[in-house]
């Protein structure tokens, strides 16, 4: 058997992974050979020595400033949550306002497509009336009632934007 | 008389998964350590080790829901313990390439680590391990590993395979070559049994 070939199988003679006749071969040649003798002392105190190589240990505080990583960890995703979430929002109310605000510009640039007249619900402290006005200037007249000042009429003339907040219900308008 | 639980890893990391914030301390206290002289033998460095090993444990805590019980948990450590010291390797390879010139040596000056051993076996053991650590990181990549893995750590073959993902054939020839490789390395070491 050839020297080399008896080294290829240091590791499978030490783990009794050979056939019986290849472990015996392997036997033989030992007893004969002194080179290869020696190479699996030489060998089998090297792995001796890398078994028994000093054991190192962590830190006393490595678990403190695990954990501490951890929590640390644990407000970063927060932050992150705390800004993905907004920011969806936002965005979604700004295109809603966007879409507002140009209707309402719209709607001011253009008064006579506004049809119906908007009278505010009955049920509202203020009663008011609004009635459509070809003139773009906003003329808002009270009528004077001597006897009374709290039913002071308000009635305005300029067509206005649907306030949130405001019951508005469709009146037929007066000629 | 003491009665012993013992409650596996895979069983641990079940419990952490269902939310037992405890399990997870159990698998670190169990882990660390040998995390530690894994990722050391590999980078050389203690301090590089440790942060290693912090950041393996970190990946466990966050991607927790990714270990699945076909595997043992200890493959599973182990190959996020190995994949972040192979790429801290990587980084210091080129950062090695860029300065190399600059201090014109190869490796810089091994630290050799603190032991509670005497003092006096200590002049040639930490001489002969200092050399024991060299020759290792002067192995190709695949052979430090597996002789890390194997001699060092003294993992199963079949536990090697499948953190290697490769056969267990393949383990075991290259176990053998590495320590062919690693003997002829240190051949200048004074034979002392």
């Not at chain 1, 240091?10 to 056939?19: E, F, K, P, Q, V």
């Not at chain 1, 990583?69 to 295109?95: D, N």
């Not at chain 2, 033998?41 to 829901?65: C, S, W």
Request: glycine share 4%.
């Amino acid at each position: 058997m050839q020297c080399q070939l008896v080294l290829d199988k240091y590791t499978a003679y030490c783990d009794y992974d050979l056939t019986v006749t290849e472990h015996s071969a392997i036997e033989n040649h030992l007893m004969e050979c002194q080179g290869c003798r020696e190479a699996f002392e030489k060998l089998g105190s090297m792995v001796k020595k890398l078994n028994g190589l000093a054991e190192l240990q962590v830190s006393t505080d490595f678990n403190e400033r695990l954990l501490s990583k951890i929590a640390h960890l644990g407000s970063a995703e927060t932050h992150t949550v705390w800004y993905k979430i907004p920011t969806v929002r936002t965005s979604g109310y700004a295109i809603a306002a966007g879409v507002a605000l140009a209707l309402i510009f719209s709607q001011w640039m253009n008064p006579s497509t506004t049809n119906p007249t908007l009278q505010t619900n009955s049920s509202l402290p203020v009663a008011g009336e609004i009635s459509n006005n070809p003139t773009s200037q906003p003329v808002l007249a009270a009528t004077d009632d001597s006897t009374s000042n709290l039913n002071d009429t308000l009635k305005m003339t300029e067509p206005t934007p649907n306030f949130p907040g405001q019951q508005l219900r469709l009146v037929n308008q007066t000629p | 008389m003491q009665k012993q639980i013992t409650v596996t890893d895979e069983e641990l990391i079940a419990r952490f998964q269902a939310g037992t914030e405890v399990a997870y301390i159990e698998l670190v206290n169990r882990y660390k350590d040998r995390l530690l002289n894994f990722v050391y033998r590999f980078v050389g460095d203690r301090d590089e080790a440790e942060d290693i090993v912090q950041d393996t444990f970190l990946k466990v805590y966050k991607n927790r829901h990714a270990y699945r019980e076909v595997a043992k948990f200890s493959t599973w450590i182990y190959t996020i313990a190995g994949n972040l010291a192979r790429s801290e390797l990587r980084k210091r390879r080129r950062h090695k390439t860029f300065s190399m010139s600059q201090i014109g040596l190869e490796d810089k000056e091994y630290d050799p680590p603190d032991t509670d051993a005497g003092p006096e076996s200590h002049v040639s053991g930490q001489y002969e391990e200092a050399e024991i650590q060299r020759a290792i990181r002067q192995l190709p990549d695949q052979f430090r590993t597996i002789i890390i893995l194997r001699d060092i750590q003294e993992l199963s073959y079949e536990e090697i395979s499948k953190i290697l993902d490769i056969p267990m054939g393949t383990v075991k020839s290259r176990v053998n070559r590495a320590r062919l490789k690693m003997q002829d390395l240190l051949k200048h070491l004074k034979e002392n049994g």
